[in-house]
């Protein structure tokens, strides 16, 4: 693990270097996923600023459940990129060999392969958003309350890249997976909002199935006392599950890898 | 003992059979018809430590195919694989800290980074202690001239600085078996040389087993005596390269443009005649009984000759020519 950690900042550095031959690259990809994301605060506020309150919720306490799941995307943003690409760039171009050929798990050689700063806009607009929503709400910024954000944060990440992980595997079988990434990926948009203006079934679906819910809709309600019961905490759980289901299927796909080669 | 040891080796790839164009492409897809090859099949061969053993077989013959099992990328569908004792795709971690590959003209290295930073990473990944680090960068800086390569990024360096810095970073963890697939192709004979004098040093040196695949007959005559041949999967000889000049290696074809039609001439003692076109002829003959002069000048003598070009045997040729002498090659050989 230690070996790992600190392999992880050679990795790191190393990618800092690149992204920094190319700058103008770096300040574009990094800012432009913010104003994607900013385009989409302003329109939402457009809408509520018509309806002061979306089925109950105000517009601060959607930006909350807005905030937060920005804030989760960002992080398999940043750190699980390159599932996205495992089809197209490494498994069709032969590169994947090279993961295992190396004396270390091709997953992690995979995910340290690139670091992606497109995701630090998102960290940044996703930060501002809940810190904004706090404060206009008068939500107690204690050490209870910034715990509790962190380890929401940690877990939305960790379902965002569980269900990355469980898509990309796909890889292994089709090359290209980025469709069937995609669509899953996709209904995070969903989870923008409060879970309660959607039907039971996207609220089951957002819930157990494609959880993204946990990223935000639940750990938002928490912080506003609003009652979900112990959906409040179950999240890590919830994670966690999802987490070794993809962690299997990324094994099952590269033992269909290593007998088939392709 | 031996450092590399195949038995019945075999792999079976499932694939769809698929009729052309469209219509075929469709029926594919509704109902596929699945047909397996035999990408390798049951190779056996040992290859001892401190050996150099080019793996030679035209595109498609399973050299690939082999070297992916011998490395744990690929599972073998039946028969085994030991290297170093291990088996490569069970115990993959700890066969890769002991083995290097280098894998025809892709890179292992980082597209955008100096080469000195791609080759830190490397270093890092396979934990080379730093001062074991620096010394090995002074040992190759002699036959790979790394100091003017240093501070490049791959993208922007030749093939054969390409080549020199692949190399230097499959061998910077001092592996006991290193796999080269293709190390020299598409480089001029400088460039060749340069890299086939720093394999023949590493294999002296630290007596490295190599395990090389090449279209070159050169690398293969300067640096294998011993060569293992497969074709369509199937091993048709392991033994030395001098068995196989000697027999197949000792044919040479001679063209000639003429001015005149070649239809009536005679034929100059010891050769046969190839193609059958008006203005050109093309002898096929046995170096060990006649020379290209002698041929030469019984032509000329007969009719005026525009130009004349030399072709010694291509790789593909002396494959074709043993597989077409069956199987009798190999089993009189000891060592399969």
């Known amino acids: 693990m230690r070996r790992y950690l600190s392999l992880y900042g050679v990795f790191f550095v190393q990618r800092l270097k690149i992204l920094m031959e190319y700058r103008v690259n770096f300040l574009i990809g990094a800012t432009s996923t913010s104003f994607l994301q900013i385009g989409g605060v302003l329109a939402m506020w457009v809408v509520m600023r018509q ?29 699980a990129d390159n599932l996205w690409t495992l089809g197209w760039q490494y498994i069709r171009s032969g590169e994947f060999d090279r993961f295992l050929v190396r004396p270390i798990d091709p997953l992690f050689h995979l995910l340290a392969d690139r670091f992606c700063h497109d995701g630090i806009g998102n960290l940044l607009v996703g930060t501002a958003l809940v810190v904004k929503a706090m404060s206009a709400l008068h939500i107690p910024f204690t050490v209870a309350t910034a715990l509790y954000l962190v380890i929401a944060v940690l877990t939305g990440g960790a379902i965002f890249i569980a269900l990355n992980l469980l898509t990309a595997s796909s890889a292994f079988w089709l090359v290209d997976s980025i469709p069937v990434t995609f669509l899953v990926y996709n209904t995070y948009e969903f ?24 990223a935000s809709f639940y750990p938002a309600s928490y912080l506003l006392g609003r009652n979900v019961g112990a959906l409040a905490w179950m999240g890590p759980l919830v994670a966690v599950l999802f987490m070794s289901l993809a962690y299997r299927a990324w094994k099952f796909g590269l033992a269909h890898y290593t007998s088939t080669g392709s | 003992m031996p450092v590399i040891r195949t038995e019945q080796l075999t792999k079976i790839f499932r694939v769809v059979r698929k009729e052309p164009g469209l219509r075929g492409s469709l029926k594919a897809l509704v109902r596929p018809r699945f047909e397996n090859i035999a990408a390798v099949n049951q190779v056996s061969f040992e290859i001892d430590a401190g050996e150099i053993v080019g793996y030679i077989g035209v ?62 990473l490397v270093g890092r990944i396979y934990e080379v202690p730093p001062a074991r680090y620096r010394q090995l960068l002074k040992d190759f800086e002699d036959t790979l001239g790394l100091s003017e390569l240093l501070h490049i990024p791959i993208r922007n360096m030749s093939l054969g600085q390409k080549m020199r810095a692949e190399l230097a970073a499959t061998l910077i963890h001092e592996p006991r078996v290193v796999y080269l697939d293709e190390p020299t192709i598409g480089l001029d004979l400088l460039a060749k040389e340069r890299i086939r004098d720093f394999i023949r040093e590493q294999n002296r040196g630290r007596g490295t087993t190599v395990l090389l695949t090449t279209h070159d007959l050169g690398d293969i005559e300067q640096l294998c005596p011993r060569v293992i041949i497969i074709d369509a999967g199937r091993l048709i000889y392991d033994g030395p390269i001098a068995t196989i000049k000697e027999r197949f290696g000792r044919h040479r074809e001679i063209t000639f443009e003429t001015s005149e039609a070649t239809t009536a001439i005679e034929l100059p003692r010891d050769c046969t005649r190839l193609a059958a076109e008006p203005h050109r002829l093309t002898l096929r003959f046995d170096r060990t009984r006649t020379t290209a002069s002698q041929i030469a000048a019984a032509v000329m003598e007969q009719i005026e000759v525009l130009d004349f070009s030399l072709a010694e045997p291509d790789l593909a040729s002396i494959v074709r020519q043993i597989y077409q002498g069956g199987l009798r090659e190999v089993e009189g050989n000891p060592r399969s």
């Open chain 1, 51 to 79: 309806i002061p309150s979306l089925n109950g919720w105000s517009f601060d306490e959607v930006l909350l459940v807005f905030g937060l799941v920005t804030i989760s995307e960002s992080i398999t943003h940043m750190f």
């Open chain 1, 191 to 214: 989870a923008k909002y409060p879970l309660t203006i959607y039907g039971r079934g996207i609220r089951i679906a957002l819930t157990w199935l494609i959880p993204y819910g946990f």
């Open chain 2, 59 to 120: 595109n498609g013959a399973g050299k690939s195919t082999t070297i992916k099992m011998l490395t744990g990328i690929l599972v073998p569908t039946s028969g085994s694989v030991q290297v170093l004792g291990r088996d490569p795709h069970r115990q993959r971690v700890a066969n890769a800290r002991e083995i290097g590959a280098v894998f025809g003209q892709r890179t292992q290295l980082w597209w955008d980074l100096p080469f000195i930073e791609s080759l830190a």
